[in-house]
């Protein structure tokens, strides 16, 4: 008798942010990505642009938001699921974000995704005062 058996994969799923993405400044934004894994979740981090973590979840236990980042980060992650989520995003909040996982079968995936914030639009009136002056005020 001969027994087959599945080999498990760790790989991302169809959900991963599109790269760029974008997103006005002073939204909200959730970067999500889906994925299965051989095992649990190890270690999984969010990193920034310098490759510090902004996120990170050891194994059973929730995602710890760095205290620099709690103000206006949120994070989630599973066995098949993680979420970042930046609130109020500020212009300096552009760049690229990583996402990390090791299952505890010491098998490793990443992402990257390039945030690009877009600047808020302006508006402003002009108004004509006296003999050729304008009067530019931001409404």
Not at 11 to 34: H, M, Q, Y
Request: glycine letters at 6%; a negative charge.
């Amino acid at each position: 008798m001969v027994y087959f058996s599945e080999t498990a994969v760790t790989a991302f799923g169809s959900l991963k942010p599109s790269n760029p993405s974008f997103v006005r400044e002073g939204d909200n934004i959730t970067l999500k990505w889906n994925y299965t894994i051989d095992g649990s979740v190890g270690v999984a981090q969010f990193l920034n642009a310098s490759d510090n973590a902004i996120a990170a979840k050891f194994g059973n236990g929730d995602a710890t938001v760095d205290s620099e980042y709690q103000e206006r980060f949120r994070a989630d992650i599973s066995n098949t699921l993680a979420q970042l989520t930046i609130i109020t995003v500020q212009r300096s909040d552009s760049g690229p974000y990583k996402f990390i996982l090791i299952s505890t079968k010491v098998v490793a995936i990443s992402n990257e995704v390039e945030l690009t914030v877009q600047c808020k639009l302006l508006k402003y009136s002009i108004t004509y005062v006296k003999s050729g002056e304008l009067s530019l005020e931001r409404n």
